[in-house]
């Protein structure tokens, strides 16, 4: 049954057009199956009712024309119930319903199951036979799995307008695909699709006895794509940090390397032409990258592709036809399978109002370097064809990771207006974002600032800010091939420490593993994300952790301001173990700079509180650190079971959560009992509805990407701490995410701050 059931999805998926697939379908399923009827019908949420899409044993002249309603027999008890209906005598039912233009008479036996995609029925599916009989188990398991797997073709139909009537609707509007945020902002625009005039993917192999000549294509092809990537870095050199240009030294050294050009010059030698050579070669190293456990070496495979097809055009002198066509006067999204940083650098700046990558993560190139640009981007819509989205007028939220697909004039009107609202709205706080962050009624609220490549950047764009609540070393790792000295550590941290000396710079220890790989160090897991990541690893390569704590501590000499986090802390011991390390580094450090006469003070030692154990053992844990720090991104992934970059159980993703913000109070009242200092340096922090709630529960020091903190600071100084304290009891109470958020976007509203609530504002 599970062969026949395959052979059923992968001959449906074939056929264009939803009409001639759902008609396939019913037939195949009616012999497979070896009843005497198996029908469909589609949700008609605008009109309330279920329309017959395609039968095969009923009258085939009811097809479209025969519509029940959501709450009528036996179609209506199955879509309104949202589970299977087995039933041995259908006309016996006291919900059947006659409707005698569908034929069906002589059929007893009935079992129907609905098509649900994302919690909305879209449909319900039935097979009928004549003969009295209740429908077995694997009967019923067979049409329940097929519901589910049709679900999809229905969705991507109605997306691409493919409906097999013009009365269907089977999406509420406006149409919307998720996918996980990669870079911040609102855009409208059309989609785009890089078109490479030559893919490697697509190309036949050939032959050729010329070897000299193809060694020679080969090579100037290559130095042609080096010679076009160092103008792409180039022309970046002004625009982004040093840091982020560094993303293209990826592909400097895939070119230079000997390994790359010797395999493909033999199979030029082999008697393959350079084309498909290259192809050979590139198709065995992305199938190595693909096939890795690791998700940011998975990536490296786009890279090596993009790399690829570059190379190729060069060599068939076809360079530059993949941007042809961009509309001239209309802002365009670029929609590309795997989008790449180069893909990305060469587009036309003045047409790009974002991006879409059908793969990728928010760790990718593309979305580093679409943040730096500060380009909206919505990165892994895994689950949407990429044609869906060719020539089509795009709405992207690059907060949420929604995408909105064909725009009619009302819909488009509405997200216009939002990105006018928020432009207008953001103009309005940069213009008094330097004012002091101090509320309503005179609390002084610290805000800092959450960074990693380009922190003194970072640190420029709000004066007011107190420092680096979270310094992320580890993104200098990522972008690296190898484990940085302790030289290369200490000239990177001694830059930003010293360039705020009055100000705290708090760095977290190396915290990678999880969905912060390092393509040189592979970890492979069946689950990274309770695997071994964090203070783990580094703990286990005490070697690693000494390094770069003393490349912290030698950055610090003649200073005072360097603050030592250490993530992903889950029992006491751990600190005891690495505060050990800390005291051994420490003592090292300050001998040699007594022996230059130099002072080394000596560093605040913290903790992140992201792992749920650490909520009942905060007592023991506040006599060991001088700090918190909450990190409730992870926190909240914990302590819900939920990974957000999962489209599938994204959705569950919210810090807003009952049990997350109890979390959070009680960490609040643990630290003011222990007198710790507590910061909040999750993204609730940037947002504003997030800011309201922590303020109310006491926390007065913030820490957010850069691009909050004006937006925070507005929301702080229009915010009144006695008012939101009474409202607190009022949050906790709330039973859901959804009932917190109302509750607090009316308090919003009421302080005339309702132009930050929108997707992704709150």
Not at 277 to 291: D, G
Not at 632 to 651: E, W
């Amino acid at each position: 049954m599970l062969t026949s059931l395959k052979q059923i999805i992968q001959e449906v998926s074939k056929i264009p057009g939803l009409d001639p697939a759902l008609a396939r379908l019913v037939s195949m399923v009616k012999q497979t199956m070896k009843v005497d009827s198996c029908s469909i019908y589609l949700s008609n949420y605008s009109e309330g009712h279920l329309v017959l899409a395609a039968t095969d044993g009923l009258h085939p002249d009811a097809i479209g024309n025969v519509k029940i309603g959501f709450y009528e027999g036996l179609i209506g008890l199955v879509g309104d119930r949202e589970e299977p209906l087995n039933i041995e005598d259908a006309p016996a039912h006291p919900r059947f319903k006659h409707y005698p233009e569908v034929n069906e008479d002589s059929y007893h036996a009935f079992i129907g199951t609905p098509i649900i995609y994302q919690r909305k029925v879209l449909g319900v599916i039935t097979m009928q036979q004549r003969e009295s009989r209740r429908f077995s188990e694997d009967e019923e398991a067979f049409l329940v799995t097929l519901a589910a797997q049709i679900a999809l073709e229905i969705v991507n139909a109605e997306m691409r307008g493919d409906t097999p009537s013009s009365q269907l609707d089977t999406t509420l509007s406006p149409r919307t695909v998720n996918g996980i945020p990669g870079s911040p902002g609102l855009a409208i625009g059309i989609g785009f699709l890089v078109n490479f005039k030559h893919d490697l993917a697509q190309l036949l192999p050939r032959k050729s006895s010329d070897t000299k000549l193809q060694i020679t294509q080969y090579r100037d092809a290559v130095h042609l794509t080096r010679e076009q990537v160092a103008q792409l870095s180039s022309e970046l050199n002004d625009k982004l940090p040093e840091d982020v240009r560094g993303i293209f030294q990826l592909y400097h050294q895939l070119l230079d390397a000997n390994s790359l050009g010797r395999e493909v010059e033999q199979e030029i030698h082999q008697g393959w032409d350079a084309a498909t050579s290259l192809k050979f070669v590139i198709e065995r190293y992305a199938t190595r990258f693909e096939n890795m456990e690791d998700p940011y070496m998975r990536e490296r495979a786009v890279d090596i592709v993009d790399l690829s097809n570059r190379i190729l055009n060069n060599m068939l002198k076809h360079e530059g036809d993949h941007f042809a066509g961009i509309p001239a006067d209309q802002p365009c999204i670029l929609v590309a399978q795997e989008v790449s940083a180069p893909m990305l650098a060469e587009f036309p700046r003045e047409r790009l109002a974002g991006i879409i990558s059908i793969k990728g993560s928010n760790n990718s190139h593309a979305a580093i370097l679409a943040r730096a640009m500060g380009v909206p981007a919505v990165m892994g819509l895994q689950r949407v064809s990429i044609n869906l989205l060719k020539s089509k007028e795009l709405f992207i939220d690059g907060y949420s990771g929604e995408v909105v697909v064909n725009l009619d004039p009302t819909v488009k009107a509405d997200y216009q207006q939002l990105i006018d609202e928020e432009e207008a709205l953001y103009k309005k706080i940069s213009d008094e974002g330097d004012k002091p962050t101090v509320t309503e009624d005179g609390q002084k609220i610290s805000l800092l600032v959450n960074a990693g490549l380009t922190a003194n950047v970072e640190m420029e764009q709000f004066k007011q800010g107190e420092g680096i609540g979270l310094y992320r070393t580890e993104i200098p790792f990522m972008m690296r091939q190898r484990f940085p000295s302790e030289r290369e550590q200490c000239e990177l941290y001694k830059s930003v420490l010293s360039s705020h000396p009055s100000k705290e710079i708090t760095m977290r220890t190396l915290d990678v593993g999880g969905d912060k790989p390092l393509s040189y160090f592979p970890i492979s897991e069946d689950n990274p994300f309770l695997g071994w990541r964090g203070i783990r690893l580094t703990l286990d390569h005490p070697d690693i952790f000494l390094v770069q704590v003393r490349a912290m501590l030698r950055a610090s000499i003649g200073l005072t301001n360097l603050h030592i986090l250490l993530p992903m802390i889950s029992s006491v011991s751990e600190v005891d173990e690495a505060k050990r390390l800390i005291k051994q580094a420490f003592l090292e450090v300050k001998e040699e700079a007594m022996a230059d006469n130099l002072m080394l003070s000596k560093p605040a030692v913290g903790i992140m509180l992201e792992v749920p154990s650490v909520l009942f053992q905060l007592d023991q844990l506040a006599e060991k650190v001088d700090f918190f720090s909450v990190g409730t991104n992870d926190l909240t992934q914990y302590l819900l079971a939920v990974d957000r970059n999962n489209v599938r159980v994204s959705s569950l993703y919210s810090s807003y959560h009952p049990s997350v913000l109890a979390a959070l109070n009680q960490i609040r009242q643990s630290a003011a009992l222990n007198k710790v200092p507590v910061t909040v340096c999750g993204e609730l922090a940037g947002e504003p509805l997030g800011a309201v709630i922590l303020m109310a529960m006491g926390f007065r020091k913030l820490s957010m990407n850069a691009h909050s903190l004006r937006k925070i600071n507005w929301v702080i100084r229009n915010t009144n701490i006695k008012t939101i304290e009474a409202l607190l009891p009022e949050i906790l109470a709330q039973p859901s995410p959804e009932h917190v958020r109302i509750l607090l976007n009316k308090y919003l509203e009421s302080k005339h701050l309702g132009g930050l609530i929108r997707a992704g504002a709150g």
